[in-house]
């Protein structure tokens, strides 16, 4: 999957600790396990739905567990929207992954601000590895209908501790490194992922 073949809509607003509308998206029923990446900004634990978002959450869990995560960087940051990571190591070389899976955007949860979601190329059912951290309410992202346009990106966890640290990567300098737009100038790394409770 290439970098450039990523699509977002670009969407505004302010980026905040956790929205109320973060609060109900997530799922009552589910005991989540929680993932915690140490960067070398500082840790942000992420609650993941295994429930909600099975598919996804397995293949998630399954990257973290086999160390993938470790190494790699924050390619990707768009103030007022997203933060993007999961595939690329320091100097933009993409790292191999497995095959793509099913895209559950159709769920019911929203990308709200604090939640993970998939990201992908146009092609609905393309997300691996790569993820992005919505720092916005982003309502264009959600699940509209089972067509291309309407697919939507797959919500499967949320920020429950470290949006400090995700609104500091939020604000960080961003360049251009050769095809790639919105790199961070510095290296943002993610050490270490690791499973901090059972699924």
């Known amino acids: 999957m290439k970098f450039r073949d990523l699509i977002f809509v670009a969407a505004a607003g302010v980026l905040g600790i956790v929205s109320s509308t973060a609060m109900a998206n997530k799922p009552g029923s589910e005991n989540c396990p929680v993932v915690r990446m140490t ?10 739905y ?17 160390g993938f995560y470790d190494g790699l960087v924050f390619h990707r ?24 899976i099913k895209n559950e955007a159709d769920n019911g949860l929203k990308n709200a601000i604090g939640t993970l979601s998939m990201a992908r190329t146009n092609e ?59 790199v961070p100038a510095s290296d943002i790394i993610i050490e270490k992922a690791q499973i901090l409770s059972p699924d």
């Open 124 to 182: 609905p059912h393309s997300a691996s590895s790569q993820f992005f951290i919505n720092l916005n309410d982003n309502e264009s992202l959600d699940h509209r209908g089972k067509n291309p346009s309407g697919w939507g990106y797959a919500v499967f966890g949320r920020v429950v501790a470290g949006m400090d640290v995700v609104g500091e990567i939020a604000v960080t300098e961003t360049t251009t490194a050769g095809p790639f737009k919105d």
């Open 77 to 100: 940051v768009i103030p007022n929207f997203v933060i993007q990571g999961g595939g690329f190591e320091p100097g933009m070389t993409q790292r191999a992954n497995r095959s793509p």
């Open 39 to 48: 960067t070398s900004m500082g840790d942000i634990d992420i609650e993941v």
């Open 50 to 66: 295994s429930t909600s978002a099975p598919a996804t959450a397995e293949n998630f869990l399954q990257y973290v567990s086999e």
